[in-house]
């Protein structure tokens, strides 16, 4: 033991005296953290990202450079040589190389935690030992590799050589620099036979998912895996003099550390799992994103009105609400969304749609997930924050949308409720039953109105501006052509299930917004609007029925606690609309906005998912 902490001590007091050293093990990483920080408007969302990826650049160059370079250099100076005349291995001499590239790196680690608390306001990782101990394994592995460059070359040019055919790639396709997201599918696939890919990956996870280390085994036991070959074969090829030459055919013992990486990414490739969860990081950190909604007027879901008033939105959830001016944007640290003469609501939830049906005419052979994520992407674009749904076909789609992988309106169970009907009217006794039961009567005007249609043989609900915005083509095309074939006799009366819903209320029974979208002239997403209109008809006012659309649905679906109002710790899924709902419920339907759980959605990009 005590030659491996002389070497440690003799190579730490050497590195130290070295300008060189220090600048890029501490001032080089605090460049690169200030640089992107100020260039990326870090935030304490965005900030998290931004040390990931300088811890990532600082692993790669203690590893690749200050390991395999130095070696060389050490060789070359005929300094290992005066190591030979003593009785001593090279196993000491590359663990020490390798603990000393672990010791040095981590107050560079720890200051850079301490900037971006107290400057940029992150929080300290909630698995810091986690993260510690990936760090750890992250500056050994790599320093491994960087002992075989030094093993395998035989002069400190090409040492860099070597050096920068694994340093590029692994720094522009780790998604250190540039998101994998954004990147084309092969380069994705490339980057996961890399080993900085899986550092990041990992980082990634415990800094911005808080996961721990054991969610993460399989990045972690690959980085052991080519510490412990690396370290191997770095004693098998090591040189204590210049005039020692190695092979050309013992360079491709460089591959043999690459080995577990080649395995895990040739899984991955397949799989796609890293690839998948790339994309949960990315929309973790749009939604970690702090915007202040400013000088909107607030349709808080209970029915409180605030005519003028704000929203801070960070982490994903509401964090306060302001009546009148907020305070100045500087001192809130987010960005302005203004909001002046729109209207704020939470997003809208229909509370039993047919998510597995597509609401006209399809193609034979359809592909039934591809259309459930269609369907809930559809709902999403047109404001509907979440959508109750019965049967277990939708159960990848929600494991999806939760993960963060797709982005599609929220998935919940749908409830046991009273539907009602237009078929005949119903007596004043049932209503007082119903009333006194207290399960929820779903009118589904929407769905009545389809029925009554498609018995008449028009298709006037496909023409509405929304439906044209998400149906496909092809289905409009199909569901016109083959109206015929689908016509249906069944009684359908919309004036009667109108005053049907009148005299529900009239009887105080429990109400709630549903659609049975996915009926057929009933597509996805746009029929909540048409709910809300119909709504009208039976004299509900429109702020009622717009609470029973939000928190009074939420209530329904089992997640009021969270959903469904604008306050502060609910989930900040909003729907931001032109004009006010209040006095023309049509509103609903003049988007300007969709945020959910805090990232504000592109929704033409909605439908470019894949």
């Known amino acids: 033991m005590k030659p491996y902490l002389a070497l440690i001590r003799v190579n730490l007091n050497l590195a130290l005296r070295e300008r060189a050293v220090l600048f890029f093990n501490y001032i080089f990483p605090l460049i690169f953290f200030f640089g992107f920080g100020e260039m990326m408007g870090a935030q304490s969302g965005t900030i998290s990202q931004i040390v990931s990826m300088v811890f990532v650049f600082g692993l790669l160059g203690s590893g690749l450079y200050g390991a395999g370079i130095r070696a060389v250099a050490e060789r070359e100076a005929n300094i290992l040589r005066r190591y030979k005349v003593a009785p001593i291995s090279p196993v000491p001499i590359l663990v020490a190389s390798m603990a000393t590239g672990l010791?040095?790196?981590?107050?560079?680690?720890?200051?850079?935690?301490?900037?971006?608390?107290?400057?940029?306001?992150?929080?300290?990782?909630?698995?810091?030992?986690?993260?510690?101990?990936?760090?750890?394994?992250?500056?050994?592995?790599?320093?491994?590799?960087?002992?075989?460059?030094?093993?395998?070359?035989?002069?400190?040019?090409?040492?860099?050589?070597?050096?920068?055919?694994?340093?590029?790639?692994?720094?522009?396709?780790?998604?250190?620099?540039?998101?994998?997201?954004?990147?084309?599918?092969?380069?994705?696939?490339?980057?996961?036979?890399?080993?900085?890919?899986?550092?990041?990956?990992?980082?990634?996870?415990?800094?911005?998912?808080?996961?721990?280390?054991?969610?993460?085994?399989?990045?972690?036991?690959?980085?052991?895996?080519?510490?412990?070959?690396?370290?191997f074969i770095a004693t098998r090829l090591f040189r204590w003099e210049k005039e020692e030459k190695i092979s050309r055919s013992s360079k491709l013992?460089?591959?043999?550390?690459?080995?577990?990486?080649?395995?895990?990414?040739?899984?991955?490739?397949?799989?796609?799992?890293?690839?998948?969860?790339?994309?949960?990081?990315?929309?973790?950190?749009?939604?970690?994103?702090?915007?202040?909604?400013?000088?909107?007027?607030?349709?808080?879901?209970?029915?409180?009105?605030?005519?003028?008033?704000?929203?801070?939105?960070?982490?994903?959830?509401?964090?306060?609400?302001?009546?009148?001016?907020?305070?100045?944007?500087?001192?809130?640290?987010?960005?302005?969304?203004?909001?002046?003469?729109?209207?704020?609501?939470?997003?809208?939830?229909?509370?039993?749609?047919?998510?597995?049906?597509?609401?006209?005419?399809?193609?034979?052979?359809?592909?039934?997930?591809?259309?459930?994520?269609?369907?809930?992407?559809?709902?999403?674009?047109?404001?509907?924050?979440?959508?109750?749904?019965?049967?277990?076909?939708?159960?990848?789609?929600?494991?999806?949308?939760?993960?963060?992988?797709?982005?599609?309106?929220?998935?919940?169970?749908?409830?046991?409720?009273?539907?009602?009907?237009?078929?005949?009217?119903?007596?004043?006794?049932?209503?007082?039953?119903?009333?006194?039961?207290?399960?929820?009567?779903?009118?589904?005007?929407?769905?009545?109105?389809?029925?009554?249609?498609?018995?008449?043989?028009?298709s006037e609900l496909l023409e509405r501006s929304l439906v044209q915005q998400v149906a496909p083509p092809k289905l409009l095309e199909l569901t016109h052509r083959g109206l015929e074939s689908v016509r249906s006799d069944a009684g359908a009366n919309l004036a009667v299930a109108i005053e049907n819903l009148g005299r529900a209320h009239k009887h105080k029974v429990p109400l709630t917004a549903g659609t049975i979208s996915g009926s057929m002239l009933l597509v996805h997403g746009p029929a909540i609007h048409r709910e809300l209109q119909l709504w009208m008809r039976a004299g509900i006012p429109a702020g009622e029925a717009l609470v029973t659309a939000t928190s009074g649905a939420a209530r329904v679906l089992g997640a009021g606690n969270r959903i469904g109002l604008i306050r502060p710790g609910y989930d900040a899924s909003l729907l931001l609309v032109d004009g006010n709902?209040?006095?023309?419920?049509?509103?609903?339907?003049?988007?300007?906005?969709?945020?959910?759980?805090g990232e504000r959605v592109d929704r033409p990009a909605l439908f470019e998912q894949k």
């Open 581 to 597: 709902p209040l006095q023309d419920i049509s509103a609903t339907e003049r988007i300007s906005m969709v945020f959910f759980k």
């Open 103 to 231: 010791v040095l790196f981590l107050p560079s680690v720890m200051i850079i935690l301490s900037i971006a608390h107290f400057y940029y306001h992150m929080p300290f990782p909630a698995r810091w030992p986690s993260l510690l101990l990936l760090i750890a394994l992250g500056a050994v592995s790599m320093r491994s590799i960087g002992l075989i460059i030094a093993s395998v070359a035989n002069s400190v040019a090409e040492s860099n050589i070597l050096i920068q055919l694994l340093y590029m790639p692994m720094l522009i396709l780790s998604g250190a620099t540039i998101p994998l997201s954004v990147m084309p599918v092969w380069a994705q696939v490339v980057a996961q036979f890399l080993p900085a890919t899986h550092l990041f990956t990992a980082m990634q996870a415990i800094m911005l998912k808080r996961e721990s280390m054991l969610q993460n085994l399989v990045a972690a036991g690959a980085l052991v895996t080519a510490t412990a070959v690396g370290t």
């Open 253 to 458: 013992w460089l591959g043999a550390v690459l080995l577990p990486f080649l395995l895990l990414g040739g899984w991955q490739a397949y799989s796609k799992e890293n690839i998948n969860r790339t994309r949960s990081f990315d929309r973790q950190l749009r939604r970690s994103y702090a915007r202040l909604i400013r000088d909107a007027r607030l349709l808080i879901g209970d029915g409180q009105v605030i005519e003028t008033g704000s929203v801070l939105i960070r982490g994903g959830r509401i964090e306060r609400i302001f009546e009148g001016a907020p305070p100045e944007n500087a001192k809130l640290d987010a960005d302005t969304v203004e909001a002046a003469g729109k209207t704020l609501l939470p997003g809208l939830i229909d509370t039993y749609v047919l998510i597995s049906d597509a609401g006209g005419i399809v193609e034979k052979n359809i592909d039934t997930a591809e259309l459930v994520q269609r369907n809930l992407t559809a709902h999403l674009y047109c404001g509907a924050a979440a959508v109750g749904v019965e049967g277990h076909s939708f159960e990848e789609a929600r494991r999806r949308i939760n993960s963060g992988e797709w982005l599609g309106a929220e998935v919940l169970a749908a409830p046991a409720v009273q539907r009602g009907t237009g078929s005949r009217g119903l007596a004043d006794e049932e209503f007082e039953r119903m009333a006194r039961s207290g399960v929820a009567y779903m009118p589904a005007l929407a769905a009545e109105e389809a029925r009554e249609q498609l018995a008449q043989g028009k």
